[in-house]
Each structure stands twice: as C-alpha cells, then as structure tokens.
C-alpha cells in the first residue's frame, strides 16, 4: 500500500507562535506598506510565502553544528566541513564562500562581465538579471516554449532552448563570457530541467567554446524532479544524479538559502584557476577572507548539515508532495496555476484570474495584495512589476504575471496548507471586483522590493 496521506519525515521540536489579525488590521497594515508586501512586518503575517530563501526550519542536527562552529578568522575547522560538504556534491577544485547568492552573482559578474557582453540562461531570476545588467552587460533568456505556457503539462518546462542557444551562440558567441542554467526555473514557475537538457547544453558550450555555470538554488529539488520524470533515472540515487549534474559545469552560484536548508549563506565555485584568482580578491574586498566569506562559522556548519541532508530522498519525496498538494488543491478550485507544479512554490496564474487587469496595471501585485488583505497571506509577485522595467527605464509587459505561493522548507503543516487553498479560493471567487495599482515610488534597480503603489478606482 502506497499511503495517500502526507508525512512530514520529522517531528516539531520548537514552535513559535503566530499573531492572527482582522481584516481591517490588515488592510491598514498593507496601506501603511505602500501595498508592497516586502515592507509588511513580519508580525502581521499570518502565513509568510514570500520567499523559500532562508525561511525553512534547521534540524537538530544543523543546531548542533551551530554548537559546533568555530569562528577563527581564517582556516577555521567549520570552514573544512563546509568546503567538504560542497564538494562532496559538486566536485569544484575552488569554492569561495559568500554571505548569500546574490554575493556570489556579484563577484561573479564583476570579474566576466561588462558592456558588450551578453549572458544567456534558460530564465534569468530578479538579482541574477540585475547583476548581470549592474556591469553594462545584457541578460537574455531562451526557455523553452512550453515554459511561457502556464496551463501546458510539460515534465520539464524549464529546459533551455537549444535551437535558439545554439543559433545566439553561432553568431555572437565571442561576447558570451558564460551559458547559464538556473536549476530549478524559478521564474518559469519552479520548473526543472533534465539532464538530457543540460548535457545538450555543455555540447554547445563546447562547440563554441564557452563555460556553463549553474544557478544551482535548487539543485536537490531539480535533481529529484529528473529521478520522477526523466527516462532511465528513476532507480538512481539523488547524490548520482546531482554528481551528473555537476560534471557538466565549469562553475556555480548557490544560495544555500534554499537547497542548503541555511538561514544565510551562498558560494561561488569554479574550476578555472585563473577566475578563482580574481574572484577571490573580490571577495576579500567585499565579503571577507576567502574561509568564511561574510560568514559566522556555525553558520558554515550548519550549512554543511544541511548540505548532508536536502538529498536524503524521504525528505525530498515529502518536500515535493507536500508542494504538489497545494498546487492540486488551488488547481482543483478551480485557480489557474502553472502546471505541473514546481518544487519550492506553486505560481497563480494572476493574468489568466484577472484577465480585466492590464500587465501595466499589475494584477500578479493585485493579487498579491487581495490575498493579504483576506487571510494574511503574503506572497510574491513574479511579473510586469519584477521584470516590466528595462535597462533603458521603458516598460514593458512581462512575459508572465503570476503570484509566487514559496513554502518554506520544513515549516508549516498540511492544516497551514488548506487555509491557503480557502483564501486563494475566495478571492478567486470575487476576482471581478479586484482592480489594479500603480507605481507611485520606486528605485532604478530591482524595484518591486522597496516601491510605493496605490490602488486604482477604476
């Protein structure tokens, strides 16, 4: 007998209390944020899906490491299990630790980008799109095209398009510094990549003589979605498949944030020596010495642990069915989400909800915003306001408009889960009523987390 009901593989040691708000607290709350979610309080959330990056509960054993970490400025032992710990999975002769992803993006960057240049990845995310653009150089994004149809079931809609990779690549492949993969697609809705996929990938890099580098966020995640979904995979074992994986980069950007089930940290691994020279001197210049990188040894530790544990496969298996069981269940409402369901969020489909909303208007933030007001839900928007503005400050539709429901890891129960499913329901039910926003305040860069808005009447 295979159970149908969800088990968590672990048992709660802690708990920690939630405040729970009226609706009126909440709506005043929301006005006094200028209607983005990032400004609320974390205290006047109810249920906190903003983000999957640094959210999640650490096990005892990580909080055992935190015991054990050593904060000696340079070679401290906790830097020596996590080096060992990351190279366990991704065999990198150079990892150089970071305080987050982002950190490891930006030295990254600095080093091999500039004007002229041009990076492509399957789908760029917020900071990686902006610290590519912060040193004059260009992202591009060649997904698939089952990845831009939200409805469409695809077992792997975050593939790159190697038709499009391969013909960019013949023609202007002495301004590509670097390919990149994000793993899994987090703005093409979580969605994974194959292994079929990448290995196409490293043969057009080579053809043409550039590295590959994952974004490699949610590498475990991706990793069980290729043992689920791919031919031929389904006996291995994650750690193999993850191994396979890495195999076929020159390099990597983590935030163990996320598949590092940390509070805090990130790294940058390489194999060329020459790039981990000068990565290193960035580093020392901005984050710190190259054994802590911006980080406290006992965080070092408990990364480590957590590196241990995100390819156990009862983890893994509860991780992704307690996510797909959101997802079925706003599907099952009747709530356009895209299929299948991603692996660290489920993603409303705010355009195909709010049809009478303009992408100009906002409706992923229109909807973000409804859903807090009625049950305390904060989310994310993942559209026109994150991605509508460009380079040059003209606007455009985003590809997409969708809502990010992330769930953290190890953090909230199924009954957590079917209040979700009621207030995206309800408000799903009243989507007529719903109207758009505008911008009112906001920042050249990376704008959707510290803008203003006001609701529109009309």
């Known amino acids: 007998m295979i159970p149908k009901t969800i088990i968590e593989p672990f048992r709660i040691h802690s708990v920690e209390p939630l405040r729970m708000t009226t609706e009126a607290e909440r709506r005043d709350a929301i006005a006094a944020a200028g209607y983005n979610l990032f400004s609320l ?6 249920i906190d899906l903003l983000t999957d990056s640094g959210t999640g509960a650490m096990s005892s054993e990580q909080w055992a490491g935190i015991q054990r ?10 830097w020596f299990r ?11 002769p150079h990892v150089i630790p970071t305080h987050q992803g982002r950190a490891a993006e930006k030295i990254l960057m600095s080093a091999i980008g500039g004007p002229g240049r041009i990076v492509p990845n399957n789908t760029h995310f917020d900071t990686t799109r902006a610290n590519v653009e912060a040193t004059g150089a260009e992202a591009v994004d060649f997904v698939i095209p089952e990845g ?7 077992p792997f809609k975050g593939n790159m398009d190697l038709g499009r990779l391969g013909a960019f690549l013949q023609e202007r492949s002495a301004d590509v510094p670097a390919v990149f993969v994000t793993i899994t697609n987090n703005s093409g809705g979580g969605q994974p990549v194959s292994l079929e996929n990448l290995r196409g990938v490293r043969a057009l890099c080579d053809a043409h003589g550039v590295p590959l580098f994952l974004d490699a966020c949610r590498f475990a995640e991706n990793a069980w979605f290729i043992r689920e979904r791919e031919a031929g995979q389904g006996d291995r074992d994650v750690v193999d498949i993850v191994h396979d994986m890495a195999a076929l980069a020159d390099g990597m950007t983590m935030s163990a944030k996320k598949d590092g089930l940390a509070n805090i940290g990130g790294w940058l691994a390489v194999r060329d020596d020459d790039l981990a020279a000068r990565c290193r001197n960035l580093l020392i210049l901005t984050e710190g010495f190259p054994t802590y990188g911006g980080l406290a040894g006992r965080d070092l530790d408990a990364i480590a642990q957590g590196l241990r544990e995100v390819v156990e496969h009862d983890y893994l298996r509860y991780r992704i069915r307690s996510t797909g069981y959101l997802g079925d269940g706003l599907h099952e409402a009747g709530i356009p ?19 009478h909303i303009p ?7 229109a909807l973000a915003v409804a859903l807090y007001e009625a049950g305390g839900i904060r989310s994310c928007e993942i559209g026109t306001v994150m991605f509508g503005r460009r380079p040059d400050g003209s606007e455009h539709p985003a590809a997409l408009d969708l809502v990010r429901l992330a769930v953290p890891r190890r953090t909230y129960t199924q009954s957590h889960v079917d209040y979700v499913i009621e207030i995206c329901a309800d408000v799903a039910s009243r989507a007529r009523d719903l109207r758009g926003y505008r911008i009112v305040q906001e920042p050249p860069v990376l704008r959707h987390f510290t803008s203003r808005f006001e609701p529109l009447t009309d």
């Open 41 to 46: 309080r974390s205290d006047d959330v109810l």
């Open 69 to 78: 970490g050593d904060e000696a400025y340079a070679g401290s032992p906790s």
């Open 82 to 92: 996590f080096e060992a710990a990351v190279q366990t999975l991704f065999p990198l």
């Open 148 to 154: 831009l149809d939200p409805a469409l079931e695809h």
């Open 337 to 355: 989400v895209v299929r299948p369901i991603g692996g660290h969020a489920v993603y409303l489909d705010a355009r195909a909800l709010l049809p």
């Open 359 to 365: 992408p100009l208007q906002y409706p992923g933030q």
